[in-house]
């Protein structure tokens, strides 16, 4: 389970499974209890939006649908999506790309 929350707010993600495959973007919130994660301008969903007032016309709004954890991948600088692994520096833990070693 500890798997799931290495990907956290504003990582650059890649989505690898599902309609927006291949898309990037931006982690915009990580749901935790759900394992889920909004990610910026990915899986948009079409949302009614209701009319607030005589001069509202109301209409469809997109809406950023939250994505299984488990189908985003963090994007590495160098190398692309990546697989996050841990270094010890100093007294540190520090988030790393499994293939190159750069800080992620
Ligand atoms: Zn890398």
Do not use: H, W
Not at 23 to 48: E, M, Q
Not at 62 to 78: D, F, Q, T, W
């Amino acid at each position: 389970m500890e798997v799931k929350f290495k990907i956290r707010k504003d990582d650059m993600v890649e989505i690898i499974a599902g309609k927006d495959k291949g898309k990037r973007g931006n982690v915009v919130r990580v749901i935790r209890d759900k394992g889920r994660v909004i990610v910026s301008g990915a899986n948009l969903v079409k949302k009614a939006m209701k009319k607030r007032s005589q001069q509202d016309q109301g209409g469809i709004a997109e809406i950023e649908a939250p994505l299984n954890i488990s189908n985003v991948m963090i994007v590495c600088k160098k190398c692309g999506p990546t697989r996050i692994g841990y270094k010890i520096d100093g007294e540190k833990k520090i988030r790393v790309c499994r293939k190159c070693g750069e800080a992620l």
